[in-house]
Nanobody, 124 residues
Framework: QDQLMESGGGSVQAGDSLRLSCETP?????VGWFRQAPGKGREGVAA????????SYADSVKGRFTISQDKVKKTLYPQMESLMTEDTAVYYC????????????????????WGQGTQVTVSS
């Protein structure tokens, strides 16, 4: 079963924190969080290899966002701190069965299995 399901989105104030979650399928090599702001393309936010050895973050969220995974519960947990209005977007989780490199792991086109997304709105 390859379904992914995101939850935890909502409306918050700038500076607030928000924890999202994503139920993942059983088989994958990498799982990532992506977002799409209104009028913009989808971009990689953070991703982690199934082994958990390393995590990769986009420069725009480094120091504010962290992700962790619970392989027993098959759930990914992105934690977002110090949210800014520019973080407003639909957030998606996605998995890839390929063994992606550090330079590839945030590439949208290398992920083929996507969730439906959850809206995060940050107001000033």
């Amino acid at each position: 079963q390859d379904q992914l399901m995101e939850s935890g989105g909502g409306s918050v104030q700038a500076g607030d924190s928000l924890r999202l979650s994503c139920e993942t399928p059983t088989k994958y090599s990498c799982v990532g969080w992506f977002r799409q702001a209104p009028g913009k393309g989808r971009e990689g936010v953070a991703a982690i290899w199934r082994t958990g050895e390393s995590v990769s973050y986009a420069d725009s969220v480094k120091g504010r966002f962290t992700i962790s995974q619970d392989k027993v519960k098959k759930t990914l947990y992105p934690q977002m701190e110090s949210l800014m209005t520019e973080d407003t977007a639909v957030y998606y989780c996605a998995t890839s069965r390929w063994e992606l490199t550090t330079t590839e792991i945030l590439r949208v086109d290398l992920y083929k299995n996507w969730g439906q997304g959850t809206q995060v709105t940050v107001s000033s």
